[in-house]
């Protein structure tokens, strides 16, 4: 079954610090890979995305991601983080539809969410 | 320019009843999607349109309806509402087809439904 991953429910992290949120996935072929952010009672806000090229791919906000294909995790990071960024991060996958057969809707799988809370 | 607009912001539903909500995606969007994220999770992907044809569905009842306008806007629709329904009801649109699958999805602020 095609699923991502987001191991940790919060990530607590010292305004200042650099700050990573994980990211795994589990789909077949190579996916397209999306960060979003959720404020409260918002929808939830485009980051960044992988679709191919360079492993590394800046953002929004000043967050990055990586892409690692062996490891299949996109994991998003941020050199400096700030109080404002407190909130709520979702990765997400489009699976690639197969060489044959039917066609892919573009539909998005989310992981469970991981709250970040920045404190001064 | 407008992003996603969605209405109403929040809904309060006995059990039984039929609720509607409504979409409308950023100009010159054709395709439409309405996610469902209960509290605590990840939104859950329940249809797709384009050109105002249901492109896919996702893992619910047949309780759940959609569709698109000629204009693109979108309707879903929940008839025989369950407790169980209670969520934040996501609209997304993106500019391209289906097929194009690198385009980022702009979500709307969502509905707040709660089932009594």
């Known amino acids: 079954a095609q699923s991502v991953a987001q191991p940790e429910d919060q990530v607590n992290v010292a305004e200042g610090n650099p700050l990573t949120v994980k990211c795994t996935y589990s789909?077949?072929?190579?996916?397209?890979l999306f960060w979003y952010v959720q404020y409260p009672n918002r929808g939830l806000q485009f980051l960044l995305k992988?679709?191919?090229?360079?492993?590394l791919v800046k953002g929004s906000y000043g967050f990055e991601a990586e892409f690692n294909k062996s490891q299949t995790s996109f994991h998003l990071k941020k050199p400096s983080a700030l109080v404002s960024d407190s909130a709520l991060y979702f990765c997400?996958?489009?699976?690639?539809?197969?060489?044959?057969?039917?066609?892919?809707?573009?539909?998005?799988?989310f992981g469970q969410g991981t709250t970040l809370q920045v404190k001064p | 320019d407008a992003g996603v607009t969605q209405s109403p912001t929040h809904l309060i539903k006995t059990r039984g009843q039929h609720v509607t909500l409504r979409c409308s995606p950023i100009?010159?969007?054709?395709?439409v999607s309405w996610y469902q994220q209960v509290l605590g999770q990840g939104p859950q992907f329940i249809f797709q349109?384009?050109?105002?044809?249901?492109?896919g569905r996702g893992n619910f009842p047949d309780r759940f309806s959609a569709r698109q306008f000629p204009n693109y806007s979108s309707e879903l629709n929940v008839n025989a509402l369950l407790l169980g329904d209670s969520a934040l009801y996501l609209c997304?649109?993106?500019?391209?087809?289906?097929?194009?699958?690198?385009?980022?999805?702009?979500f709307g602020q969502g509905t707040r439904l709660t089932v009594v």
């Open positions: 349109y384009y050109e105002k044809e249901e492109r």
């Open positions: 997400a996958v489009t699976p690639l539809p197969p060489p044959h057969g039917s066609s892919n809707t573009g539909k998005l799988i």
């Open positions: 100009s010159g969007h054709k395709s």
């Open positions: 997304a649109s993106r500019v391209a087809p289906p097929g194009s699958l690198n385009r980022e999805a702009f």
């Open positions: 992988y679709i191919t090229g360079d492993n």
């Open positions: 789909v077949s072929g190579n996916p397209y």
